[in-house]
T-cell receptor, first 115, second 109 residues
Framework: ETGVTQTPRHLVMGMTNKKSLKCEQH?????MYWYKQSAKKPLELMFV???????ENNSVPSRFSPECPNSSHLFLHLHTLQPEDSALYLC??????????????FGPGTRLTVL | SQELEQSPQSLIVQEGKNLTINCTSS?????LYWYKQKYGEGLIFLMM?????EEKSHEKITAKLDEKKQQSSLHITASQPSHAGIYLC?????????FGQGTELSVKP
């Protein structure tokens, strides 16, 4: 595998379920990101990790819980979600979280539907 | 907070025609990225612009950052069905990447 991979690609869950999204990058990067993309809205940054440490939490509700066990893996644990949380969740990685001049590589996304 | 506005929001063109997508920022741009996204998939990096007046090309796609660094344009020459998708501009806003809402391009054969 190369690049950034995400599993599962599609997920349907009830509001009382607990599930996890997984992201893995094979690029040797140190920073990883979770984004949410809802229909007709700009891509929203959720979390940033740099060298396994969380450096950004963009006021995300606690029903979303990220985990970064190492620089190659990033998880998003989901529990008691709401239907409005249905969206495409994208993971990205970059060399580090240095902002403007730091190209991010994106995974294919997980399409989440909350019933 | 900084915002990026893309225009048009959607575009349908006949194959072979040229087109332009604009990205306007509410603040000065320091590093402007263009990405392409196929529906329901991840973003593919196209190019990055840093300096005012900078222009980059990749195959039939050209992007430019204007001198005052608050707007970028993406121009596609002789469009093909393979160009169809959603084009997003992204920019650094205080150390994190923000995006425009995207421009959905359809190319009719």
């Amino acid at each position: 595998e190369t690049g950034v991979t995400q599993t599962p690609r599609h997920l349907v869950m009830g509001m009382t379920n607990k599930k996890s999204l997984k992201c893995e990058q094979h690029l040797g990067h140190n920073a990883m990101y979770w984004y949410k993309q809802s229909a007709k809205k700009p891509l929203e940054l959720m979390f940033v990790y740099n060298f396994k440490e969380q450096t950004e939490n963009n006021s995300v509700p606690s029903r979303f819980s990220p985990e970064c066990p190492n620089s190659s893996h990033l998880f998003l644990h989901l529990h008691t979600l709401q239907p409005e949380d249905s969206a495409l969740y994208l993971c990205a990685s970059s060399q580090d979280d240095g902002g403007a001049y730091n190209e991010q590589f994106f995974g294919p996304g997980t399409r989440l539907t909350v019933l | 907070s900084q915002e990026l506005e893309q225009s048009p929001q959607s575009l349908i063109v006949q194959e072979g025609k040229n087109l332009t997508i604009n990205c306007t920022s509410s603040k000065t741009l320091y590093g402007l990225y263009w990405y392409k996204q196929k529906y329901g998939e991840g973003l593919i990096f196209l190019m990055m612009l840093q300096k005012g007046g900078e222009e980059k090309s990749h195959e039939k796609i050209t992007a430019k950052l204007d001198e005052k660094k608050q707007q970028s344009s993406l121009h596609i020459t002789a469009s093909q069905p393979s160009h169809a998708g959603i084009y997003l501009c992204g920019a650094d806003a205080g150390g994190k990447l923000i995006f425009g809402q995207g421009t959905e391009l359809s190319v009719k054969p």
